[in-house]
């Protein structure tokens, strides 16, 4: 008898303790649950298109059109291009926070971290540009709550020296290269000054200064690297626009200009860069960022 109570006790005992294994392994919660199981999940992601307009003092930049009282001299100007690149976009949070964001590369305008922006469409004076436009970035961030956005106006040092015959959209345009030691156009704009004596006022902004061997695919360095860094506050990516202003770019510059070579190739010599240069936040005797703030960009 004593040996069948023990017996039937021990029965009862290796019952409560298999349900109670069962039970454990049921429930994701357990601290004795599976290691293979996720303990938690990723964030929400969040997809956004980000607006940009080219406009002068407030007009909508298009081929075709004309532009009164721009710059010193107060010149009537009418676009033969109007495109740049951006690259290293972060959305700024609340508390400050700087978060990547993943552009979506199923575009011929986005690759990498890159991005080109294109207001012309071919016509009147753009005729050396194409009829495409490209005014939105896309991309995915982690949801959150954001007020500001940075991006860099420029190509960045691992882009900007490769060799353009394998080069991905939107880095395969030739009008916005300039050789492989140089590298690429970061902004290639350019206008026609149609009062007065008629001239092209052309800017081209992008490295100086680059050294190294560009038939074996290698550049050292550029002394210059003129990569201007953007940042705007009170932003809202779901709902503003980003807005480039030319009338502001040439704000402190003679776009008439009698005394020298019109326009600003970001050579160290060039007597019309310094002034816009400023207006972007650069300084151009380094080719880093200046102490004033750039006034070229601002969000509507």
């Not at 298009?62 to 009537?76: E, K, N, R």
């Amino acid at each position: 008898m004593p040996f069948r109570l023990e017996r039937f006790l021990y029965n009862i005992c290796l019952v409560v303790a298999l349900f109670s294994i069962a039970c454990s392994q049921s429930d994701p919660d357990s601290p004795t649950s599976s290691p293979n199981e996720p303990q938690s999940t990723e964030g929400a992601v969040t997809h956004l298109s980000l607006q940009f307009s080219a406009e002068v003092s407030g007009k909508a930049i298009q081929c075709g059109s004309v532009y009164h009282d721009v710059g010193l001299s107060q010149a009537t100007v009418e676009f033969a291009d109007f495109r740049f690149y951006i690259n290293d976009i972060q959305l700024i949070d609340t508390d400050g926070h700087h978060t990547d964001v993943t552009l979506n590369e199923n575009s011929k305008w986005q690759y990498d971290n890159l991005v080109l922006l294109d207001f012309e469409d071919g016509t009147g004076l753009c005729e050396s540009g194409n009829p495409d436009l490209n005014t939105v970035v896309e991309l995915d961030v982690p949801e959150g709550n954001y007020d500001g956005i940075s991006f860099k106006f420029g190509v960045p040092f691992v882009h900007n020296h490769i060799d353009l015959s394998n080069a991905p959209p939107p880095l395969s345009l030739t009008s916005m290269f300039w050789s492989w030691l140089d590298g690429y156009k970061f902004a290639r704009i350019e206008v026609g000054v149609t009062d007065g004596n008629p001239v092209v006022f052309p800017f081209h902004l992008g490295s100086t200064g680059c050294t190294g061997w560009p038939e074996e695919g290698e550049v050292k360095s550029c002394s210059h690297e003129n990569l201007a860094h953007i940042e705007l506050h009170g932003f809202d990516p779901s709902k503003n626009t980003i807005v480039f202003d030319y009338a502001a770019l040439m704000a402190e510059t003679d776009l008439k200009n009698a005394y020298g070579a019109p326009g600003c190739m970001s050579e160290f010599d060039d007597s019309d860069c310094p002034s816009i240069f400023e207006q972007l936040g650069l300084d151009f005797s380094t080719g880093s960022q200046a102490a004033s703030a750039q006034t070229v960009f601002h969000a509507k």
